[in-house]
């Protein structure tokens, strides 16, 4: 199982920035997928999810500003995230399944 994210970067606040998780060695398209996020001295935090049919989960801290989706031609599970706050700062990874195995992460920096 390999994942790996992409996409993160420094933005403003208010800003939009779209993760990518390219998944490899499994059957990306019979899992659920979910995206987490650890900013520093906090708990990690489950972000969204997606079944494998497309159903959709969010956080209540960020519903209405990210989407979830995924790409089951392309492996590769997303997260569009708008509407930045500095509270979004976080190193954001991607998670087969709610409790499986993870990528490395990739870092989110919202400020101005």
């Known amino acids: 199982v390999q994942l790996v994210e992409s996409g993160g970067g420094l933005v403003q606040p208010g800003g939009s920035l779209t993760l990518s998780c390219a998944a490899s060695g499994f059957t990306f398209s019979g899992y659920a997928m979910s995206w987490y996020r650890q900013a520093p001295g906090k708990e990690r935090e489950l972000v969204a999810a997606i079944s494998a049919g497309g159903i959709t989960n969010y956080a209540n801290s960020i519903k209405g500003r990210f989407t979830i989706s995924r790409d089951n031609a392309k492996n590769t599970l997303y997260l569009q995230m708008n509407s930045l706050r500095s509270g979004d700062t976080a190193l954001y990874y991607c998670?087969?399944?709610?409790?499986?195995?993870r990528g490395q992460g990739t870092q989110v920096t919202v400020s101005s």
């Open positions: 998670v087969r399944g709610v409790y499986g195995a």
